[in-house]
Every structure is written in structure tokens, then in C-alpha cells.
């Protein structure tokens, strides 16, 4: 009977590595990802402001910053889904509050998100649950920012904060 007791403990210490080691491994993956959009835009900030400014784009220019609202995006959705699940400790919310002040103070990066929003419908469940409650969160920030600052006025060094 000893034994048996020994063993479930060892198998549950075992399960509770495991599960702390793919947190672990899940909020590294989540900084890589932050680090190397971070690291993208600073490489191509010229694009970057002209997209979030919404100025006139070359063909590729607008398919660059495509691919840099693409990783500024996930980096916020996934960080905003490794502090909800508690495997980095900040405020979940606070990933999603940056991501709407950024659609109200940025006209192109709105436009983006609008595009990005309509292109990827196609094809994705629109029941995913933590998507649906990112977007959620997004669009109540974006509904108090429109009340408090109706007619934003940002410098464009700030777009991606």
C-alpha cells in the first residue's frame, strides 16, 4: 500500500514538472515572438510609421508592413493569452489595451486590422473562444478611448507601443 502511495505522489511531482516546464517552454516562445517583431519593426521603421500613419505605400512597402502588423499582432495575442493563463505574471488586459490604442490612434494600422480581420475570416473558426474574448476586450477598450479621445493626435513613433 506504501508503495502504491509512493508511486502516485512521484507520478503527480512528475505531471507537475511537466506542466511548469511547458509554461515555461510557452512564455519563451511568446517573448521570442515579441522580441522578433520588435526587432522587425526597428528594422524597418520607415515602413512601419508610413503604415501605421496610413501615408502612401509602395506595393511593397504595404505588403511589408502586412507581415509587420502580422507579427506586432500575434506578439500581443499571444502575450495576452500567456497572462491570461498565468504563465507570465502581468495583467492580461494590458496586451489588449495596447493593441486598441493603437486601431483608435493609428489610421492605417486601423485600416490593417480591418483588413487583416476581413482576409482572415475566411476559412478560421469564428468560435474560438480565446480569440473571440482577445476581440472582445479590444473592442471595449476601443469604445472608451473613442469616448475620452475623440480625435486622437499621436506622434507615429508611438504606433506599436
Not at 38 to 61: F, L, N, Q
Request: net charge negative.
Amino acid at each position: 500500500m506504501l508503495a502504491i502511495v509512493a508511486s502516485l505522489v512521484f507520478v503527480g511531482l512528475q505531471v507537475k514538472q511537466s506542466q511548469s516546464i511547458g509554461e515555461g517552454a510557452q512564455a519563451v516562445a511568446w517573448m521570442e515572438v515579441a522580441v522578433s517583431a520588435r526587432e522587425a519593426i526597428a528594422s524597418h521603421s520607415d515602413v512601419w510609421i508610413k503604415g501605421c500613419t496610413g501615408a502612401e505605400m509602395s506595393a511593397a512597402d504595404d505588403a511589408a508592413f502586412a507581415q509587420l502588423f502580422r507579427a506586432y499582432t500575434q506578439g500581443k495575442y499571444f502575450g495576452w493569452l500567456s497572462a491570461k493563463q498565468g504563465i507570465i505574471d502581468t495583467d492580461s488586459n494590458v496586451q489588449a489595451y495596447s493593441y486598441a490604442a493603437n486601431v483608435h490612434r493609428y489610421p492605417g494600422f486601423a485600416q490593417m486590422a480591418a483588413s487583416w480581420r476581413e482576409w482572415s475570416r475566411e476559412g478560421m473558426p469564428s468560435d474560438h473562444e480565446n480569440l473571440v474574448e482577445f476581440v472582445s476586450i479590444v473592442n471595449a477598450r476601443l469604445a472608451i478611448l473613442r469616448e475620452i479621445e475623440p480625435d486622437p493626435a499621436f506622434d507615429a513613433k508611438w504606433c506599436g507601443m
